[in-house]
């Protein structure tokens, strides 16, 4: 009776442990394909890298740099040394900032994808999130770690404070700026770099000081159309067609006035008894 019971027994929990150990094989082969599939998931979107540097402040570095200073080396027909920490190809986001595309105050677009956006900061977060892949965080690409050599505040219209000057800062940004003269244009490569030299650190350098009366940029720039006088020109070219139409219809107005007032005057002769 007990070897019966005992087979019974056997008969129904066999197919329980089977299932229970299908489920547990199952469960951990589950658990090794969403392993693989996560790794495939990482492999295919790695965690972005952050740029520590900022694109605002690079961007006010760059125009600086293109507006009081490309015009003076493009002048002299000299060509920037790779070492040197102010070209084009040293700034990280200059590949995405060739590519924006500005048509209108709130229709910038994406060179890229050509997605349109209301404002420049919605198309630097896009570029951030959809093309980040284009910025090389390479060391010494940050173009803003040489604001305080170029007047960066000065170029985004930041207003200073009234407070003292910072001798100690001043002295620190003088020497960037002086380094950045020496790497630039090393006065022992010829006569372009000695007057490139001496015109960079007039036009860039002298500023950092607590001395008052000395100004960035004295040299001045490129020179821009100013867009207040495109507008106007443009203002002119459309009513100076218009002005001349009102006047010559109110000429032909005085002219019909004149004519219908000697008709008058010959019809009231004409009546008068001789």
Known sequence: MLCCVGRLALLLFAPLSVSFLLLVAGSHQGQGFHEAAGSRIRLQNPHKHEVHCSRERSRAAWEAIDEYLMPFVEKEKYELPSKCRLRSDNDIFREQEQHKIHFDINDWRCGFCKKAFRAEKFLDQHFENRHNNLVDNSEGRCLADLCGALHCDLMMEFKKP?????????????????????????????????????????????????????????????????????????????????????????????RKGVQDLKQLSKVGHKKKPS
């Open 162 to 254: 009234k407070s003292k000057c910072n001798a100690a800062a001043a002295a620190r940004n003088r020497h960037l700026c002086e380094s950045l003269a020496d790497s630039c244009f090393p006065i022992n490569q010829g006569l372009s770099a000695t007057r490139l030299h001496e015109f960079f650190l007039r036009q860039f350098c002298d500023a950092h000081t607590c001395k008052h009366g000395t100004k960035p940029f004295p040299k001045g720039g490129r020179k821009q159309t100013n867009r207040f006088y495109l507008a106007l020109c443009i203002l002119t070219l459309i009513l100076l067609p218009l002005f001349y139409l009102i006047v010559f219809l109110q000429q032909r107005e005085v």
